[in-house]
C-alpha cells in the first residue's frame, strides 16, 4: 500500500516569496492533517480535514497560510508571503478518521517538505 | 492551556540495557494516548496507541504505561539495540476529539 506522497522535499525561498506543497494522503483516508515541525520541537498542528472540509484550523496564521483538499483528496498547503520564522518541515499525515468521533486510530505521516526561508 | 512535556534531555543508555522515557502532560483528558518514533529526516512512525482504561500495553520489546491519576506515560523499550536510536514523540488527542498534539520528543542513543 503507498504511503503519504509530499512533494517538494525541499524548498529554498527568500522571504517574503510564496510557495506552496502538495500532499496524497493513502487511499481511502477520509482525514488529511497538515503538521508544521520547527527544529527540535514536536508537530504543531495547523489544519485537518474531513474529507474535503475543515475541522480545526484554529492554528493557521491565516493572514499568510492557506490550505485547500478539493474532491477529499490531494491537498495543498500555501504560504505567501514567507518569514524566516516558517522555517520548518512541513508534515502531512492521514487517518482513516470518523467525523465528529475522537481519533482512535493511528497517523500516517509523509516524509515532509523541508521549507528554508532565507 | 493543554501541555505535554517530555524529557528535554536526550537519553544514553548502553546496548542490551531497558531504555524508559516519560509523557507528562497537564490540563488534558485524553481517551488516548499514542507513542511515535522519528528517525532524522523522516516523518514519525507510529509503535503503540494505549487507551485511558488500559494499564498497560505491549508491543514486542516495547511497553507502554498510562496513569491517569499521575497524568503520565512511561515508554519502556528492553533489550535495546542501536537501531532504537531515534527520537520518540509522545502525543495526545486534543479536546476536541480529533487530531493529536505532539510533545517536543525526547532523543535516545543506543550505545554499542
Known amino acids: 500500500e503507498a504511503g503519504v506522497a509530499q512533494s517538494p522535499r525541499y524548498k529554498i525561498i527568500e522571504k517574503r516569496q510564496s510557495v506552496a506543497f502538495w500532499c496524497n494522503p493513502i487511499s481511502g483516508h477520509a482525514t488529511l492533517y497538515w503538521y508544521q515541525q520547527i527544529l527540535g520541537q514536536g508537530p504543531k498542528l495547523l489544519i485537518q480535514?474531513?474529507?474535503?472540509?475543515?475541522?480545526?484550523d484554529s492554528q493557521l496564521p491565516k493572514d499568510r497560510f492557506s490550505a485547500e483538499r478539493l474532491k477529499g483528496v490531494d491537498s495543498t498547503l500555501k504560504i505567501q508571503p514567507a518569514k524566516l520564522e516558517d522555517s520548518a518541515v512541513y508534515l502531512c499525515?492521514?487517518?482513516?478518521?470518523?467525523?465528529?468521533?475522537?481519533?482512535?486510530?493511528?497517523?500516517?505521516f509523509g516524509e515532509g517538505s523541508r521549507l528554508t526561508v532565507l | 492551556s493543554q501541555k505535554i512535556e517530555q524529557n528535554s534531555e536526550a537519553l544514553n543508555i548502553q546496548e542490551g540495557k531497558t531504555a524508559t522515557l516519560t509523557c507528562n502532560y497537564t490540563n488534558y483528558s485524553p481517551a488516548y494516548l499514542q507513542w511515535y518514533r522519528q528517525d532524522p529526516g523522516r516523518g514519525p512512525v507510529f509503535l503503540l496507541l494505549?487507551?485511558?482504561?488500559?494499564k498497560e500495553k505491549r508491543k514486542e520489546r516495547l511497553k507502554v504505561t498510562f496513569d491517569t491519576t499521575l497524568k503520565q506515560s512511561l515508554f519502556h523499550i528492553t533489550a535495546s539495540q542501536p537501531a532504537d536510536s531515534a527520537t520518540y514523540l509522545c502525543?495526545?488527542?486534543?479536546?476536541?476529539?480529533?487530531?493529536?498534539?505532539f510533545g517536543k520528543g525526547t532523543s535516545l542513543l543506543v550505545t554499542p
Open positions: 499525515a492521514s487517518s482513516l478518521g470518523i467525523a465528529g468521533a475522537r481519533n482512535t486510530g493511528e497517523l500516517f
Open positions: 480535514f474531513q474529507n474535503n472540509g475543515v475541522v480545526d
Open positions: 502525543a495526545l488527542d486534543v479536546d476536541s476529539g480529533y487530531a493529536l498534539n
Open positions: 494505549i487507551r485511558e482504561n488500559e
